[in-house]
């Protein structure tokens, strides 16, 4: 947790908000204090934009906004940018599986250049990384012209036992309309990896596939 002037050391404002923070990096979550309220005011930090988790909705960095608040959920938002893993719902860690990591990449059309990875070891093997015992997912994002790349890159320890075979990578927020999709150099139209209105493409490194291609129309 991490307060919003670690964001915008320069702003004085933002030294007096406590009741909103980062979460790592790319999170912002601004919890409900009070009782019986609808509206919230919640500021948001950057130059970026930051999306809503739950609707997607894009509120521009460095403007406050008053926001809606629901029983169901804390309001929580993600950078323009960032790539977030997430699992599926579990009972317990001990069911939890790596071999198919979830991705999800929020696409920001003012975003030309983003990067970001992810840490996988086996959960249980005390100082796997000085033991070699480990896998780090890169990611990378360049926005050009009508194109978006997608580049994905394995890194295993010299002990890894590579638990990650799989990556579904599903395309957040996209306004413009999809005409094509390259996955390492073949092409397929976006009804291939269309669900419920995301792009959601599965790179697969037991057949070295870690490059995607996004020809908007």
């Not at 307060?3 to 909103?20: A, G, V």
């Not at 790539?83 to 920001?108: C, R, W």
């Not at 150099?185 to 269309?194: E, H, R, V």
């Amino acid at each position: 947790m991490r307060p919003l002037f670690f964001e915008e050391p320069e702003n004085m404002e933002s030294y007096e908000i406590s009741d909103t923070y980062l979460w790592g990096n790319d999170f912002l979550v601004s919890p409900i204090m009070q009782d019986s309220i609808n509206k919230k005011e919640v500021y948001f930090p950057g130059s970026g934009n930051w999306f809503d988790f739950y609707s997607g909705k894009r509120h521009k960095g460095g403007s406050r906004d008053s926001i809606s608040v629901s029983q169901d959920h804390i309001p929580t938002y993600v950078r323009g940018g960032a790539f977030i893993p997430m699992a599926k719902p579990l009972q317990t860690t001990a069911n939890y599986s790596g071999e198919i990591i979830e991705v999800h990449y929020y696409f920001d059309e003012e975003i030309e250049e983003s990067s970001s990875f992810l840490y996988h070891d086996d959960g249980k093997t005390p100082d796997s990384f000085e033991k070699g015992m480990y896998e780090i997912i890169k990611f990378e994002s360049s926005l050009s012209g009508e194109s978006l790349e997608l580049e994905i890159e394995k890194e295993a320890g010299e002990n890894s036992t590579s638990a990650v075979r799989i990556v579904e990578i599903t395309v957040e927020n996209l306004q413009k309309s999809v005409g094509f999709v390259w996955v390492n150099g073949i092409k397929y139209t976006n009804k291939n990896f269309l669900h419920q209105k995301k792009l959601v493409i599965p790179i697969r490194f037991d057949q070295n596939v870690n490059s995607i291609k996004i020809e908007f129309n």
